[in-house]
């Protein structure tokens, strides 16, 4: 459900010139119209690993890797590392040339450094021709000039992601512990009431993670759990849809809960927002709009003037859940060409006690 | 401080007594300076105007990765990115794209190197679908747009490497001038690649590296391509021009020197002119120091007024030269757009710091004079004037022309030490010219006498008795007609060397090309253009540029055929170094300049860059080139067959049977090449031979025009003096009128006197003439441009010079003889 990148680089939110990035490119993209592409109109069925390969007749699709990551020493870290492809035309003109390509690769890298409170991000942005992006066989691969998430031959597991940037780099092995779950109905998560305002949603909710990090010069030797969320789509939200705020939670009971909420123009909540709970013994219970109840708590101001609420009250009750979910560290804003905030947060019983889980949130439109 | 004040009222008086002699001072010191500055001006305008177009290619960037010879592949730009983890890399491919008929820059490069850049262009993100995905989608500058009226959507048909493309500006874009891409169209990398049908190609690859970056990355190229710091381009335009930038400063700074003559005549004037007022103020009790110093104050005035006068008259002459420097950089170095002259405050000041010691030496002299002024003296004869006599300047003029070739001699190398030298042999010259003066008009009054009828005599007595006024500008006048003796010899060696040059490089009838910069032609046209009926044979060039020793620098392969059309001029090496290069395959000729400046000789190993890995070459001969004074090679064809992959051509030189109709073969030749697409140029032998020599005038241009200016200044400075004489004789020349001279005799003989002089000043430059034109050609040319030329003597130019310092002194003499003819003869005799 992290469509929101993709929306605003398309133009649906039209926000302005970035100054730190320099190029507006929500505007350089423009709105890329829909005809002509594919689009999500009813369940499909899923293969693996086949479905975590490209699906070029889509609009956009994401390879979505968040995670809490800790060295041997207790140091707590999030990182982020996204994967977007764009393509920019169902079809293009000819070309005599190997640059030639109607499909744009962006990707989005973050570390949280819980324990120095530092939140580093890079953005890049690349053709998918000539090497130098793109998602590949045999093995599978999906990479971005030398950020790169590499699996075996045929994309089984372990896979390997490997970014490096100037402030942080990682080195990464992740194994699944849990077989993939198609979100929505079988796969299909609406998104508005339009047909085929939908997408293709699964997500492999724990990853096991090992590897290393570097952080300035310093290299650690880290393991945690990760989240990987896979989705492809063509059509936007709907108009009156602004933003929303999206959980992905792994709780020491050995269940996982993924749940958003669209924001509507007005403030309220839009019906089409959901949710769902892999419970530890992997089954699925879905969740609509009227399933659960969420509460800011606690606001931060990034630089820029958005006021994010970095803790949350979270409620299912149906499930017997009230959490508080807060954030590691404030200032986990992506200032991007589209600014978001994407962070590590923990997890516990609201009415007080121990952590019982750690996760991600995901904020746009604030 | 009184005392001061009274004597610099007694000064402004003076200057107010004679406004025309003031006037003329001012004037000869603002010309002097104005000549400074605006050479100083253009010329830092064009070096301005280099690092800005600079500017506008590198941008941000720091380096850039050439192919040493035509492209570099695409994958190149993979491996920085993808497997070195690069992040600052632009890939760039240029194309010249002709619309309705001018022709502008295509920059084809990726939108997402730039795009998440800071520093981005502003048309780097705009359209950004549009351009990936849309046929021959361009944005386009605002500018560019305006001037070809074009408008966002509506298709354009233009010209792309010599074939018809539809462009479709899918963007029009803001930019500011001197911004990165700001002014050229911007396509997507494989728009232009596509219409430039440059498939897989680069032109180069744009870095932003530190150094230590940019070493390990130099290191790890592979062999086809080289890194090259922007930075280090800058550079080499610097070294390129200088001696073109040291010889113009040379030529403005000769203008102040024959100002300073100027400024000593009107000093010394002014002196003798107050001699009197003088000698009652030394009475009165003022001291000499005091007059030593009034004296160098009322210089310093002068040159301060003059001097500004000068800066100001300098900014507008320098728009004026600007036009020259930036059309003769063009055609020798690098294509520069300056459009106005570069001020800074420092060389404003310069100019002016220059002008004003030149003034207060001169003024040195007539200063001592004035405080040697005895007390109550009332003469005010011009023989009065305590000038230096004539004799006691020979000694160190003797000096000064002897440490001339000293200098030279010694320094090597050295472009300043020439100049240097060039000033020392002037000075001295001109000290030694009093004596000269002197000495040849008393021989010639006493010839004189007895040939001559009275009214010679009459004229040679007056140009004698006038020589310790007029002595000094008529040195200067010497000087100033040398420098153009000098400087036209030098001009007419070396275009009849070039002329000389071209015809024996020459040797085809027809010379067929592509019309696109370093655009190649198939080498299959070889066969067919031989076989076209008139022509005998076709011989082929293929010139490519090459790092030789890690200098880029074009290199002309050679076969035998080749060898026949074109010969060369072995200045050092066997006669047929061609041949035996030929033969022995791994032998290289290079130009006399290169030879000069590296300091190359035979038998030298160098090193050649070529796509396969480096070749050592042995040096075989040096020929004579006056193509580039940076210098070209020749190697065997052999060395290109085997180290180059393609074997296109650059050139055809046709030779045609005698009965053939040039004209007729020209246009078939054309048609043949239109009818695949080419744009074929064929020209004649003759027609690039005028156009050589075209190019060779324009270049010396700028030099006729600074020489002109330099015998302007003498010009005033002429006039200054025989104002001045003609003042202080008035008394003496209305005596003449009185006892019968008519004012039209009067004015007769004056004209005359002033001719007389201006033939002895003639006299007095040809021989400094002949002296500088050596200096110019066999040093300074050399040390500049490492050409050596034919020296090549012109009677034309010695009339010429005879006759533009009669012509300057009869000219200047006019307006005070007919003051001297119409003035009342009362006022004239009875003046005190």
């Known amino acids: 459900m992290r469509r929101v990148l993709i929306l605003l680089l398309l133009g649906v939110y039209g926000c302005s010139r970035d100054a730190a990035t320099g190029i507006d490119v929500a505007d350089a993209l423009g709105g890329v119209p829909e005809t002509g592409f594919a689009r999500a109109m009813e369940p499909r069925t899923f293969s693996f690993p086949e479905d975590h390969y490209s699906h070029p007749d889509y609009r956009n699709e994401w390879w979505y890797l968040t995670g809490q990551l800790e060295d041997k020493n207790g140091a707590r870290f999030g990182y982020q590392l996204t994967f977007f492809r764009i393509a920019l035309a169902p079809k293009a003109a000819v070309r005599d040339s190997a640059w030639a390509t109607r499909q744009l690769w962006m990707a989005h890298a973050a570390l949280s450094d819980i324990d120095a409170q530092e939140h580093r991000h890079e953005q890049r942005f690349a053709r998918a021709a000539l090497g130098l992006a793109g998602q590949s066989r045999s093995p599978f691969r999906v990479w971005l000039e030398d950020w790169t998430l590499v699996g075996g031959e045929d994309g089984e597991f ?53 590897g290393e990090l570097r952080r300035g010069d310093l290299i650690h030797a880290v393991d945690g759990r990760s989240w990987l969320d896979r989705e492809w789509s063509t059509s936007a939200l709907g108009d009156d849809q602004i933003g929303w705020d999206w959980f992905s939670l792994q709780l020491s009971s050995g269940a996982d809960l993924m749940l958003y909420r669209l924001r509507e123009r007005a403030g309220g909540t ?97 | 401080m009184r005392r001061n004040r009274a004597l610099l009222r007694a000064s402004l008086r003076f200057y107010r007594q004679h406004p025309l002699q003031l006037a003329l001072t001012l004037l000869g010191i603002a010309l002097g300076a104005a000549v400074i500055v605006a050479v100083a001006l253009a010329t830092r305008a064009a070096a301005v105007s280099f690092d800005r177009s600079l500017d506008v290619l590198a941008g941000p960037m720091t380096h850039e990765i050439r192919a040493h010879e035509g492209a570099v592949d695409e994958n190149l730009y993979r491996w920085l990115r993808v497997d070195r983890g690069l992040r600052d890399v632009v890939p760039v491919v240029r194309l010249r794209v002709t619309v309705d008929g001018s022709s502008v820059d295509l920059v084809g490069t990726d939108p997402f190197a730039l795009i998440a850049r800071d520093d981005a262009p502003p048309a780097a993100g705009n359209a950004l679908a549009a351009l990936l995905t849309e046929a021959g989608a361009v944005q386009i500058p605002v500018a560019i747009a305006e001037r070809f009226d074009l408008v966002e959507g509506e ?58 970056g940019a070493a390990d990355l130099a290191a790890r190229l592979p062999d086809a391509v080289e890194l090259r710091a922007f930075d280090d381009q800058r550079q080499t335009f610097d070294d390129m021009t200088r001696a073109f930038r040291t010889n113009l400063t040379a030529m403005s700074l000769l203008a102040v020197l024959v100002g300073a003559f100027l400024v000593y005549n009107a000093m010394a004037f002014a002196v003798v002119q107050r001699t009197p007022s003088f000698a009652v103020l030394r009475m009165l009790g003022t001291l000499p120091t005091d007059l030593f110093r009034l004296l160098l104050i009322e210089a310093l005035g002068l040159g301060l007024i003059g001097g500004v006068l000068g800066l100001m008259l300098g900014t507008v002459l320098g728009q004026g030269l600007l036009v020259l420097v930036t059309r003769t950089v063009s055609d020798l170095f690098v294509s520069v757009d300056a459009l106005r002259p570069d001020f800074s405050l420092g060389q404003l000041l310069l100019a002016l710091s220059v002008t004003l010691a030149a003034v207060l030496l001169a003024t040195l002299a007539p200063a001592r004079a004035a405080a040697r002024t005895a007390p109550a003296a009332l003469e005010r004869e011009s023989r009065a004037q305590s000038s230096p006599s004539a004799r006691r300047l ?31 042999l002037v000075a001295g010259y ?36 006038a020589l310790p006024r007029t002595g000094p500008a008529l040195v200067a006048l010497a000087v100033a007609v040398s420098a153009t003796v000098g400087v036209a010899i030098m001009i007419g060696s070396f275009r009849i060397s070039v002329a000389d040059w ?38 082929a060039a293929r010139v490519r540029t090459l790092s030789i020793d890690g200098e880029s620098m074009r290199v002309l392969a050679l076969d035998r055929l080749a060898a026949e059309v074109r010969s060369f001029d072995i200045v050092a090496g066997p006669e047929d170094a061609g041949q ?57 064809q052999d060395v290109f067959a085997r180290y180059f992959s393609d074997q296109d051509l650059s050139s055809l030189a046709l030779r045609l049977d005698a009965s ?56 005033v400075g002429i006039l200054s003096a025989l104002l001045a004489l003609f003042l202080e004789r008035r008394r003496e020349l209305a005596v003449l009128r009185a006892t019968g001279l008519t004012p039209r005799q009067l004015f007769a003989l004056v004209l005359r006197q002033a001719a007389l002089s201006g033939v002895l000043a003639g006299l007095l430059a040809l021989p400094l003439g002949a002296a500088m034109s050596v200096l110019l050609i066999d040093v300074i040319n050399r040390r500049s441009f490492g050409w050596t030329l034919q020296m090549h003597f012109d009677l034309q130019v010695v009339l010429h010079a005879l006759l533009l310092s009669v012509a300057a002194a009869a000219m200047a003499a006019v307006l005070p003889a007919r003051r001297l003819a119409v003035s009342d003869l009362r006022d004239a005799l009875y003046d005190p």
Request: aromatic share 8%; glycine share 10%.
């Open chain 2, 580 to 636: 035996r290069m030929l033969e022995d395959g791994r032998g290289i000729l290079v130009s006399e300049p290169l030879a000069r400046r590296r300091g190359l000789s035979l038998g030298d190993a160098l090193i050649l860059a070529t796509p396969r890995g480096a070749v050592e070459l042995t040096l075989r001969g040096v020929y004579r080139d006056y193509a580039s004074s940076y210098g070209g090679a020749v190697v065997a």
């Open chain 1, 158 to 210: 372990p896979w390997t992601l490997e970014l490096e940037t100037d402030d942080f780099s990682l080195a990464l092995t992740l194994t699944p512990e849990r077989a993939p779950v198609l979100q929505g109905k079988d796969g299909l998560s609406q998104k508005s009431a339009e047909a085929g305002n939908a997408s293709y949603y699964y997500s492999i909710t724990r990853l096991e993670t090992a």
């Open chain 2, 394 to 424: 020979l000694l160190p003029g003797l000096l000064l022309v002897l440490a001339c070739p000293i200098v030279i001699v010694v320094s090597g190398q050295s472009l300043l030490a020439a100049f240097v030298g060039l000033f020392l």
């Open chain 2, 155 to 212: 298709p354009i048909e233009a010209s792309v490497a010599g074939r018809g493309a539809a462009l479709n500006p899918v963007a029009i874009f803001e930019s500011t001038d001197g911004e990165w891409f700001g002014n050229t169209l911007l396509a997507d990398i494989s728009t232009a690649q596509h219409l430039g049908g440059r498939h897989g190609e680069l032109d180069s690859i744009q870095l932003r590296l530190s150094a230590p």
């Open chain 1, 270 to 366: 839009d019906p089409h927002s959901a949710g769902s709970i892999l419970s530890a013994d992997d089954r699925r219970i879905g969740l609509g709009a009227g399933d659960f109840e969420l509460d800011a708590l606690r606001w931060w101001t990034s630089p820029d003037g958005a006021r994010y609420p970095v803790a949350w009250r979270l409620r299912v009750p149906g499930e017997d859940l009230d959490l508080r979910v807060e954030a590691l560290l404030d200032d986990q804003e992506m200032r991007t060409s589209v600014s978001y905030w994407e962070g590590a947060v923990d997890v516990w019983p609201f009415a007080g006690g121990e952590s019982i889980g750690r996760g991600y949130l995901e904020m746009t439109g604030y």
């Open chain 2, 660 to 715: 053939a109709d040039a004209a007729a073969l020209q246009q078939q030749i054309r048609d043949l090449g239109a009818a695949e697409g080419l744009d074929l140029v064929v020209v004649s032998n003759r027609s690039i031979r005028e156009r050589s020599l075209e190019i060779f005038d324009r270049t010396f241009l700028i030099t006729d025009v600074l020489r002109a200016l330099v015998v302007v200044v003498a010009f």
């Open chain 2, 502 to 539: 071209l015809g024996d490089t020459l040797q085809g009838d027809l010379y067929v090309y592509l019309d696109a910069e370093g655009a190649r032609l198939d080498p299959a046209w070889q066969a067919s253009l031989e076989g076209l009926p008139g022509v005998s044979s076709a011989a």
């Open chain 2, 430 to 465: 001109a000290l030694l010219c009093p004596l000269a003066l002197r000495l040849s008009l008393a021989a010639l009054v006493h010839g004189g006498a007895r040939v001559g009828g009275t009214a010679l005599q009459l004229s040679l007595r007056g140009v004698q008795s």
